[in-house]
């Protein structure tokens, strides 16, 4: 037990440490595919550590949700990575303390509390930002509980762990069309869920096309560092959420040696690079959609997710 739970923090610290890195590393090849030099994979460390040595501008008129929110996006993701396979095949201290559907609720914990505090300033921009997101989640929770609800009635269970057993281990049940399906409407919501092009363009600077980046306008200093680490922290959870539970468990530690979950780090981090590829020729091909065309793509992420369910039923 004392193993398992030295292996949650193990997780924890990966997630923190390299996640700035998996942000980095698509920001460069994004600007290398559009001939650009661009800033060097290790730029997202370096703006940290100026935010946390820069002061802190707080506006009198903002209440106590401005000022706790950083801390709640920071620490959510940290909350996730102890209930999914980061590292491990096999379930550690944690894992049974909520499922999927927990995770994804405790994620869209700290998503609420950045809207409010967008809103809790009266910046102008703030509250339309915050609008704009809670629109897309509102169009994304369908996704969600019907890739939950598809992935729980195959794999008999919603825990992360027990559905990559049951369903993704089996490498027949990799070409099932239902398999694939699912991944498609997963990578959809990823897609949306962080901010990415099409729906949302995270090097925009210009206020009135802002959907994602508006809400942390206000932030400066320390704060502004946590809400940018907690980003990048989600944006690497559901990455593991994807490519280890519902993709393949590939590189993920299978026995309780040290030396095999140490080793699972760079493998891990491997898998990400080759999806971070796919992520950058599909944000390289696509352009920025309006906002009224968003609910399009989250409309056919819904369709996909809905076909991989009806799917499922007609092989069984």
Known sequence: ????????????LVVMTFAPLIKGVLNKLKEIIQSKRGPSIFQPYRDLWKLFHKDEVVSEQSSWIFRVT????????????????????????FAFMGDMLGGGFILALGGFFATLAA??????????????????GFLAEPVFMIVFFT?????????????????VTPLANFFDPSHILLMLAFLMLIIAESGRIPVDNPSGHFELAMIDESKGLEYSGRAAALMKWGGAMKFFVLLCIFL??????????????????????????????????????????????????????????FITSMAAMITRLLEM
């Open 1 to 12: 037990m004392v193993d398992r739970i030295v292996f949650n923090i193990i997780q924890v």
């Open 70 to 93: 950083p801390y709640i996006v920071f620490v959510t993701p940290i909350f996730v990575t102890l209930l999914i396979p980061v590292l491990t095949g096999y379930p550690l201290f």
């Open 119 to 136: 809103v809790d300033t009266a910046n102008p921009y703030g509250p339309v930002g915050a609008s704009r997101t809670r629109m897309v």
């Open 151 to 167: 992935v729980s009635f195959i794999a008999g269970s919603t825990i992360p762990y027990i559905v990559q057993k049951q369903w």
């Open 244 to 301: 280890n539970v519902l993709v393949t468990p590939w590189g993920l530690a299978q026995t309780e040696a040290l030396s095999d979950v140490l080793l699972a780090i760079p493998l891990i981090l491997v898998k990400m690079f080759g999806f971070i590829l796919v992520l950058v020729v599909i944000e390289s091909s696509l352009a920025k959609l309006r906002l009224f065309r968003i609910t399009e793509f989250l409309g056919a992420a």
